[in-house]
């Protein structure tokens, strides 16, 4: 009998257990719990603790309300320039609606998936390739259009959708990069074409004015050279008058005599035996005749009289050398007299040491008086 009344209580426990863990339900935050009494929809359970009756109601579903992604696979698309392109597209979306979502479709990201796939189609069959491969906006915006349109009876908000990927044929991507780099290669080379020619522009500027610059250098170095030149040349022409001047002046104010030009003569006579090519020089014995006609032949010469008379004039030379001190003039004076004397021995190679001349040799004498017509 006791143990019958244990079994009793112990039944009487789990039935108790079971009733309370039918009839106290706990929902999630942001999730709704479909509550069904006999198969038909009775209420939506809020996030919390609810109480349903047991063994009658029953919650079927229990929705996510919260925003999901859903990535589907690639899809292949054809263009209208009969291209198959691979597609790649992400759908953000939120569940707005509970009850719509679960008994108006059965499977909402099925439905989704395939509008989708027939509204990409639609969009993208229009558009050729090149418009594809740039127009992500636009194919986003009419693909959200859609399926937000579609998807609100089913209590499903689309809140975005993305392209993540466009594939072309790998025949049209080698086509594209080849003609990606045909177009980087021709503006790389307009580039270097104007490059260059700024290079050049810049260089013929540099050179131009470089030759304006050096021009008007020598021109002005030229300019400079004549002005020197001129100056020069006007410098010179005034002193070589000033001197023939000066020179003139002191030969008419000293009144020069045949005596000048016989000592003249005698001068020239060793630099005329000094000469290279004088091999041999003869000394002829009739020179003393020789002077005294040069000095003969002088006296018709005009301007230059045969005696002149009165002081000479001495002509002011302005500064000259420091004055020669007796003993140097004394010397001078001697070597005068000595050349006169070898001058008169050459004239008279055979005359003796007493004074008496040689067969055909001839003595000579000074002009009037005896004495040395240089003396």
């Given at each position: 009998?006791?143990?019958?009344?244990?079994?009793?209580?112990?039944?009487?426990?789990?039935?108790?257990?079971?009733?309370?863990?039918?009839?106290?339900?706990?929902?999630?935050?942001?999730?709704a719990g479909i509550v069904e009494r006999f198969g038909k929809y009775?209420?939506?359970?809020?996030?919390?603790?609810?109480?349903?009756?047991?063994?009658?109601?029953?919650?079927?579903?229990?929705?996510?309300?919260?925003?999901?992604?859903?990535?589907?696979?690639?899809?292949?698309?054809?263009?209208?320039?009969?291209?198959?392109?691979?597609?790649?597209?992400?759908?953000?979306?939120?569940?707005?609606?509970?009850?719509?979502?679960?008994?108006?479709?059965?499977?909402?990201?099925?439905?989704?998936e395939q509008l989708t796939m027939t509204t990409l189609r639609n969009?993208?069959?229009?558009?050729?390739?090149?418009?594809?491969?740039?127009?992500?906006?636009?194919?986003?915006?009419?693909?959200?259009?859609?399926?937000?349109?579609?998807?609100?009876?089913?209590?499903?908000?689309?809140?975005?959708?993305?392209?993540?990927?466009?594939?072309?044929?790998?025949?049209?991507?080698?086509?594209?990069?080849?003609?990606?780099?045909?177009?980087?290669?021709?503006?790389?080379?307009?580039?270097?074409?104007?490059?260059?020619?700024?290079?050049?522009?810049?260089?013929?500027?540099?050179?131009?004015?470089?030759?304006?610059?050096?021009?008007?250098?020598?021109?002005?170095?030229?300019?400079?050279?004549?002005?020197?030149?001129?100056?020069?040349?006007?410098?010179?022409?005034?002193?070589?008058?000033?001197?023939?001047?000066?020179?003139?002046?002191?030969?008419?104010?000293?009144?020069?005599?045949?005596?000048?030009?016989?000592?003249?003569?005698?001068?020239?006579?060793?630099?005329?035996?000094?000469?290279?090519?004088?091999?041999?020089?003869?000394?002829?014995?009739?020179?003393?005749?020789?002077?005294?006609?040069?000095?003969?032949?002088?006296?018709?010469?005009?301007?230059?009289?045969?005696?002149?008379?009165?002081?000479?004039?001495?002509?002011?030379?302005?500064?000259?050398?420091?004055?020669?001190?007796?003993?140097?003039?004394?010397?001078?004076?001697?070597?005068?007299?000595?050349?006169?004397?070898?001058?008169?021995?050459?004239?008279?190679?055979?005359?003796?040491?007493?004074?008496?001349?040689?067969?055909?040799?001839?003595?000579?004498?000074?002009?009037?008086?005896?004495?040395?017509?240089?003396?």
């Amino acid at each position: 009998m006791g143990l019958a009344i244990l079994i009793l209580l112990a039944l009487i426990f789990l039935f108790v257990l079971t009733v309370l863990a039918k009839t106290i339900r706990i929902v999630p935050q942001a999730r709704a719990g479909i509550v069904e009494r006999f198969g038909k929809y009775r209420t939506t359970l809020d996030p919390g603790l609810n109480v349903v009756v047991p063994f009658i109601d029953k919650v079927r579903y229990v929705i996510d309300m919260r925003e999901q992604v859903v990535s589907f696979p690639p899809q292949p698309v054809i263009t209208e320039d009969n291209l198959v392109v691979s597609i790649d597209t992400v759908i953000y979306f939120q569940v707005t609606d509970p009850v719509a979502a679960t008994y108006e479709i059965a499977n909402y990201i099925q439905a989704i998936e395939q509008l989708t796939m027939t509204t990409l189609r639609n969009i993208v069959g229009g558009m050729d390739l090149e418009e594809t491969l740039t127009s992500r906006e636009s194919i986003n915006g009419g693909l959200r259009g859609v399926l937000d349109e579609a998807t609100g009876k089913w209590g499903v908000r689309v809140n975005r959708v993305e392209i993540k990927g466009i594939d072309p044929p790998p025949s049209i991507k080698d086509s594209m990069e080849k003609q990606m780099r045909a177009d980087r290669d021709k503006r790389a080379a307009i580039l270097t074409a104007e490059g260059d020619r700024q290079s050049a522009i810049l260089t013929a500027e540099g050179n131009k004015q470089s030759a304006i610059l050096n021009a008007e250098g020598e021109r002005e170095s030229s300019i400079l050279r004549a002005q020197a030149d001129r100056e020069a040349a006007i410098l010179r022409a005034q002193g070589e008058g000033q001197a023939i001047q000066t020179v003139f002046q002191a030969i008419h104010d000293g009144r020069p005599d045949q005596s000048l030009l016989a000592y003249q003569y005698l001068q020239m006579m060793p630099q005329i035996a000094q000469g290279d090519a004088n091999k041999v020089w003869i000394v002829p014995s009739e020179i003393g005749k020789a002077l005294e006609g040069l000095g003969s032949t002088m006296n018709n010469l005009q301007g230059i009289p045969q005696e002149t008379s009165g002081p000479a004039k001495r002509v002011d030379m302005g500064p000259s050398e420091p004055a020669v001190p007796a003993s140097g003039k004394s010397s001078a004076d001697d070597a005068v007299q000595a050349a006169i004397k070898e001058a008169q021995a050459a004239a008279n190679p055979r005359r003796g040491s007493g004074g008496s001349s040689a067969a055909g040799g001839t003595e000579q004498s000074g002009p009037a008086g005896g004495e040395d017509p240089l003396s």
